[in-house]
């Protein structure tokens, strides 16, 4: 199981940090992504990170401002948003996959487990 939390209201400017936690296998086995999807929009990839750690990678609309890290240690993954923006919200998921993360923003044709999600809401 992958649980997501971290989620919630913050104003435009402010910051959260997100996690992803996996209960029931090791999560140093995988790659990581973060996505997120906005009422009526499709689910767009976020950020991803190799199992290791050393290999990152950001969508445009969130490059400079979010920051994703894992801790294989702890069995998490964590997004890091800062200089949050009103269409950053939306629901966030996190998902383990066959993730490339070399060549960009993970892509949900490669993801094969999800967590349930955490909405972010960034008020104006």
């Known amino acids: 199981q992958l649980a997501e939390s971290g989620g919630g209201l913050v104003q435009a400017g402010g910051s959260l940090r997100l996690s992803c936690t996996a209960y029931g296998f090791t999560l140093g086995n995988y790659a990581i992504g973060w996505f997120r999807q906005a009422p009526g929009k499709g689910r767009e990839g976020v950020s991803c990170?190799?199992?290791?750690?050393?290999?990152?990678n950001y969508g445009d609309s969130v490059k400079g401002r979010f920051t994703i890290s894992r801790d294989n240690a702890k069995n998490t993954a964590f997004l890091q948003m800062d200089s949050l923006r009103p269409e950053d919200t939306a629901v966030y998921y996190c998902?383990?996959?066959?993730?490339?993360?070399?060549?960009?923003?993970?892509?949900?044709?490669?993801?094969?487990?999800w967590g349930q999600g955490t909405q972010v809401t960034v008020s104006s």
């Open positions: 998902a383990t996959g066959d993730f490339n993360c070399r060549v960009g923003a993970p892509s949900i044709d490669f993801a094969s487990y």
């Open positions: 990170i190799s199992s290791s750690g050393d290999t990152t």
